[in-house]
């Protein structure tokens, strides 16, 4: 009767630390998401695709944990719970102190992206797989799982990322020709921004940079904009992307004193905050337009409302072949999945 008495008050234990961790990771998650990207905590909003998925997660990890609690049997396992809580709520302090520091990685890209960004995405992403783990495992021994329970639940979670990537592809997919710039009225303080893309060797512009900038010149042609704003730093060694666009449309005669150039930011995330902290609150600007390629508008429209920035969408004429399109939909899928669940 003791050792029961003992078991049972080790698993209500268990039970009352993992559920009050992993609340506490969820709040801490959305406060880093908005503190990492300098937004104050006022622009919270739980409705928010990328907030409801966090809320969700850590919603099946808390049921699984109140049916463990209530549950009578033998499979108790409360040091493995136990443990679980410890590394999960690791990971995610590892991935927040990444985020705060340069790590000793080389200056080199990935996918387009900075190797060190590349790096703090995977952190995270460990950090919810941790999450996934804990949920499969605790669901594991609610049904009376006793064997190879750390594989079931690493395939298990492996199947639960697969599922979350198929839906943020098919998100894409039916978006992915929504595009406004049929609804912006035509006005001397509309901008276009074009977002920076990939600069071949010896600074030559890429057919997707090309492209975009294209879709910008016909844009002023048409009196929709009267500003052009190229943005995109650069690579070791290569002019920024602006600047290499700036290149492109010299000949094409528009007006120099028309066209804008950032020369800074390296990602999608930071061009969007770039319109909101410098090009909205300081320039006299009716409406943006960000310009970028098909594939990637939803991704752009998703920053968009979670920096809270209104802006019209253009996609570039970009011809892409089918490889190419199945290839840059399922990367912006894991591009965007990433976004919603911690703002990187």
């Known amino acids: 009767m003791k050792k029961k008495k003992l078991i049972f008050s080790s698993k209500s234990f268990v039970t009352s630390f993992a559920i009050l961790f992993t609340i506490i990771d969820l709040l801490f998650l959305f406060y880093l998401k908005y503190e990492?990207?300098?937004?104050?905590?006022?622009?919270?909003?739980?409705?928010?695709?990328?907030n409801l998925l966090d809320?969700?997660?850590?919603?099946?990890?808390?049921?699984?944990l109140l049916v463990?609690?209530?549950?009578?049997?033998?499979?108790?396992?409360?040091?493995?719970?136990?443990?679980y809580?410890?590394?999960?709520?690791?990971?995610?302090?590892?991935?927040?102190?990444?985020?705060?520091?340069?790590?000793?990685?080389?200056?080199?890209?990935?996918?387009?992206?900075?190797?060190?960004?590349?790096?703090?995405?995977?952190?995270?992403?460990?950090?919810?797989?941790a999450i996934f783990m804990q949920i499969m495992?605790?669901?594991?021994?609610?049904?009376?799982?006793?064997?190879?329970?750390?594989?079931?639940?690493f395939f298990n979670s492996f199947l639960i990322v697969i599922g979350l990537l198929a839906i943020t592809f098919f998100y894409i997919h039916f978006t992915i020709g929504s595009h406004e710039t049929y609804l912006v009225k035509k006005s001397q303080t509309n901008v276009a921004v074009v977002l920076g893309a990939a600069v071949w060797s010896h600074n030559s512009v890429s057919p997707s940079l090309a492209a975009r900038v294209d879709k910008a010149v016909q844009l002023y042609r048409k009196g929709i904009v009267n500003k052009i704003?190229?943005?995109?730093?650069?690579a070791p060694g290569e002019l920024s992307e602006a600047e290499v666009a700036f290149d492109y449309m010299k000949p094409q005669r528009i007006n120099t004193e028309d066209i804008w150039l950032e020369k800074k930011t390296s990602s999608t995330i930071e061009q969007?905050?770039?319109?909101?902290?410098?090009?909205?609150?300081?320039?006299n600007i009716n409406h943006i337009v960000i310009v970028s390629d098909g594939y990637h508008l939803t991704r752009v429209r998703e920053i968009c409302k979670f920096f809270h920035v209104k802006s019209y969408l253009s996609a570039s004429g970009l011809n892409?072949?089918?490889?190419?399109?199945?290839?840059?939909?399922?990367?912006?899928?894991?591009?965007?999945?990433?976004?919603?669940?911690?703002?990187?």
């Open 36 to 50: 990492n990207q300098s937004l104050p905590l006022k622009n919270f909003k739980l409705l928010y695709i990328g």
């Open 68 to 83: 463990y609690a209530f549950q009578k049997g033998k499979n108790y396992k409360p040091g493995m719970i136990f443990n």
């Open 320 to 344: 892409l072949s089918i490889e190419h399109k199945l290839y840059y939909k399922l990367r912006e899928s894991v591009a965007l999945a990433v976004f919603w669940l911690f703002a990187i």
């Open 272 to 283: 969007i905050k770039f319109i909101k902290d410098s090009l909205l609150t300081k320039r």
């Open 137 to 153: 495992l605790i669901w594991q021994i609610v049904f009376g799982a006793k064997e190879l329970i750390l594989l079931r639940s």
């Open 229 to 234: 704003l190229l943005t995109g730093g650069n």
């Open 85 to 129: 809580t410890i590394i999960t709520t690791g990971i995610l302090l590892l991935a927040a102190l990444s985020t705060k520091i340069k790590l000793p990685l080389p200056d080199i890209y990935v996918l387009d992206h900075p190797l060190n960004k590349v790096v703090i995405g995977l952190i995270f992403s460990l950090y919810q797989f």
């Open 55 to 64: 809320l969700f997660f850590s919603s099946l990890l808390v049921v699984a």
